[in-house]
């Protein structure tokens, strides 16, 4: 029984990788592990490694490798040094991470450097930030790919990664996009206590490229947030630098306005309650890439903010604005009179990336891959 072991340290590349998880678990000729670290271990961000013990995953393990903002480079350096003692106590046949996360660098930085196989899930997308060089080395570093489709797929032949090597799976997370059994939206508002009948979803991280000015680049989204006038939902961003910036400015506004009015806000949901909650949706007001994977799916307009998804890929229903709070309140006002949904989206996957990759690993040339790049 070959051993496959998963690394997940946030809400967003866990929903990209539980269906492939569940898949694991119920096949007789692979064993899942399920490593837990990042911020799924803080408490400042709703301690949502309690959403991955109630999978009830073969093999789970939990693993605190930061405190609060801590830098990149100990959060590095820290996940290098547990994931080495791990594996070499476990010794998986196959480490599968996704992103580009400062954590999927220390994975394929330690399993590269213990002759382990390593698969990479969700290559061959542009961004901005830092996040795009990590994407790369980790992609170099990585000895599989499952891509999302054909582009991502040719964008690493052109890296000079072997084309036996790129097996298009879709988005993982799609499977829970088309999955027939989402909650109603009524147990969800129930459960969050949401009283909106109309209401629009704000989500916004730091750029860490650009944290000499975020402070003003914050206060003049939030500002925009009071003047709007408008019902939302605010979730915490990632715990990436600067993220106190924005979670301090979010504070201050609920203590400055009447947040059972006009606001909820919730350090984490999960996935398949985040889902439900952007499906019906007015619009969503953010720097995420929900806006270019999951939002064009139910066809719900997007204000992206500011310089953080750059390079993403263009959709219709996707419109772009700066920092600047008039902006900002123009294209809002814009969406508020929209009527009808946008055509959807299918670029990323359609729901079936878990049997395409069970169908990967049942081949035995997939275990025959060479770690020697």
Known sequence: MKKILFITWTRADYWKMVSLIKSVDKHIEFESYVYITGMHMLKKYGFTADEIIEEKHQNIYLNI???IWERQEMILSNTIRNLSQY????LPDLVIIHGDRVEALAGAITWILSNVLVAH???GESSWSVDESIRYSISKLSHIHLV???KSAKKLEQMWEKIENIYVTGSPDFDAIFSKNLPE???VKKKYDIPFDEYWIFIFHSVTTELSKFEKYCFEVVSWLVKSNKKFILIYPNNDPGSEIIIRNLNNLMDKTKINDSYRIFGSVTFIDFLVMLKNSKCIVWNSSAWVRQAPVFGIPTVNIGTRQNNRNSWESIHNVGYDSEEIKNKIDEM????SLYPICLTFGDGKASERFIQAIEQERFWETSIQK
């Not at 594996?87 to 476990?90: F, K, S, T, V």
């Not at 508020?336 to 009527?339: A, K, L």
Request: charged share 30%; no cysteine.
């Open 336 to 339: 508020w009179q929209r009527t």
């Open 121 to 123: 899930i969700e290559w």
């Open 185 to 187: 939206i009524k147990e």
């Open 87 to 90: 594996i070499h106590e476990i």
């Open 148 to 150: 999302s489709n054909e």
């Open 65 to 67: 490798n930061q405190y």
